[in-house]
Nanobody, 119 residues
Framework: QLQASGGGLVQAGGHLTLSCVVSGSIYRINDMGWYRQAPGKQRELVATITSGGSTNYAVSVKGRFTISRDDVANMAYLQMNSLKPEDTAVYYC???????????????WGQGTEVTVSS
């Protein structure tokens, strides 16, 4: 239902763009977000974006990462610049989706895409 892509291996200082597409029946997508989980650590918020376009970032990525969304394509993006080794993690996308007009909003997670930043 959510498919994330765009991860890979990059050198410190480099950049990557992650993409996430929401598939299936969609009436409305509310908040979308990116989270990450480094080895041995808990999953943490990276960035979120509301349906109105308001954004929120973790302090550690503010100024380096940019979250955006395309409501026509039902996609979210995470542009990551000036990557650091500590950004190494599996990145997960999340979306709060109402599948039908009469349905409630459910939170969906993508399968994760791995980002490795070498020093």
């Amino acid at each position: 239902q959510l498919q994330a892509s765009g991860g890979g291996l990059v050198q410190a200082g480099g950049h990557l763009t992650l993409s996430c597409v929401v598939s299936g029946s969609i009436y409305r997508i509310n908040d979308m977000g990116w989270y990450r989980q480094a080895p041995g650590k808990q999953r943490e918020l990276v960035a979120t974006i509301t349906s109105g376009g308001s954004t929120n970032y973790a302090v550690s990525v503010k100024g380096r990462f940019t979250i955006s969304r395309d409501d026509v394509a039902n996609m979210a993006y995470l542009q990551m610049n000036s990557l650091k080794p500590e950004d190494t993690a599996v990145y997960y996308c999340n979306a709060d989706v109402a599948r039908y007009r009469w349905a409630g909003v459910q939170s969906y997670w993508g399968q994760g895409t791995e980002v490795t930043v070498s020093s």
